[in-house]
């Protein structure tokens, strides 16, 4: 670490790296030192606007710098392993963008070079909010008895007016060549299981997946035909079950979502998204009580992931998304995928 503290580098100069820079930047114990995108004018962009020095198109001249002590990666997700794996090997600390890979062997790549360096995933976004650490504390304290069932369901209201651009990954054929799944259900599983004290892992999943409804898809005119509907159940360790369903293109009026963690002696309702009330719990045989009601701005959340890592290299904290945790999310959305392409419940592998 140098004088100016913990040197920064970003991997990936597009959209979210805004975030990432900015959430550094508020953060006196770290500094920006190196940008690297393999656009050159995404790099002499972003470089400007934060000031920063080492200005690289090639993943390799950036982990040679040695002013990096630790990255970010925030190139799109068929682009997570490589410099993962490149950054670890070059003895740098890596905080890598959701969802963590394309495939649970990826994950498990990065793990083998990490050695004893602190690597993190930011599937855990939205776990940075006053309602999550609420919930966090109230199912560790055991007030709520053991946990029995985990549940999500968004239904997302389809767009009257299809503007072309959302959801993007019809459209990003290298997105990964995936859907819903892979962009939201890293959040809402790294989020209850997060919530849990990662203490579920999936044993076997059940699950299907669809594609634009045939109503709209004159309008969507998809040209990556990928998942937008997705439904699932898996058996988890502990006896627990988890209940999962998310859809961009649901028959709703209104877009809803519920995150709710069911335990013997009562539940918490959540939600994840900006709205209020953010957390309620119910006890058998009491009034609900509201843990917390405010919402908050959805650029909050960008903060959390960065100044975390910055606690887990400086400090030596757990990260709230380890490598080995997002393991455990990409195991579950591999098995979901795979269930849905064969017909069939599979495990979750390893
Ligand atoms: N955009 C958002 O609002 C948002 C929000 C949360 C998370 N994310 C996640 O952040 C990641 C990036 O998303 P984005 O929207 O910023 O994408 P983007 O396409 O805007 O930016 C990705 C950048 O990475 C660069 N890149 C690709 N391969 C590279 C390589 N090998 N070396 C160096 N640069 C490379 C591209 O040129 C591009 O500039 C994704 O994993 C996404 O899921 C995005």
Redesign the pocket.
């Given at each position: 670490m140098g004088s100016a503290g913990l040197g920064l580098g970003i991997?990936?100069?597009?959209?979210?790296?805004h975030w990432h820079l900015q959430a550094g930047r508020e953060d006196d114990r770290a500094t920006w030192v190196a940008a690297?995108?393999?656009?050159a004018e995404?790099v002499a962009e972003r470089a400007d606007e934060f000031d920063i020095p080492g200005r690289y198109t090639r993943?390799g001249d950036l982990l040679a710098d040695p002013a990096v002590d630790a990255v970010v990666v925030?190139?799109?997700?068929e682009?997570?392993v490589?410099?993962t794996v490149a950054a670890f090997e070059a003895g740098k600390h890596v905080l890598v963008?959701?969802?963590v890979a394309i495939t649970a062997d990826d994950v498990r790549a990065m793990l083998d070079a990490q050695g004893e360096l602190v690597g993190a995933c930011?599937s855990s976004?939205f776990r940075s909010t006053d309602a999550a650490r609420a919930a966090t504390e109230m199912i560790a304290s055991g007030e709520l008895g053991p946990v029995r069932r985990l549940v999500c369901q968004v239904l997302q209201a389809p767009p009257d007016e299809y503007d072309g651009t959302s959801p993007f990954y019809l459209h990003r054929p290298n997105w990964g060549g995936q859907g819903v799944l892979a962009?939201w259900s890293c959040y809402d599983l790294d989020y209850l299981l997060g919530l849990c004290g990662w203490a579920y892992e999936p044993e076997l999943v059940m699950a299907e997946t669809s594609g634009v409804p045939e109503h709209f898809r004159a309008i969507a005119e998809p040209v990556n035909d990928v998942e937008v509907r997705v439904g699932a159940q898996a058996r988890m360790t502990g006896g627990v079950t988890l209940h999962y369903q998310r859809a961009m293109f649901a028959a709703v009026e209104e877009t809803r979502g519920q995150w709710r963690i069911e335990c013997e002696n009562g539940a918490l309702d959540l939600n994840m998204v900006p709205g209020a009330p953010q957390a309620v719990a119910t006890r058998f045989g009491q009034a609900p009580e509201v843990l917390v009601n405010d919402s908050y701005e959805w650029g909050e959340i960008h903060q959390g992931p960065v100044a975390n890592f910055i606690d887990a290299i400086v400090d030596g904290a757990t990260p709230m998304t380890t490598l080995r945790n997002a393991l455990i999310v990409q195991r579950l959305t591999d098995a979901i995928y795979e269930s849905a392409r064969v017909g069939q419940a599979v495990t979750a592998g390893e």
């Open positions: 991997i990936g100069c597009g959209q979210i790296s690297c995108d393999v656009r995404a993943v925030a190139t799109g997700p682009a997570h490589e410099p963008e959701k969802p930011c976004r962009d």
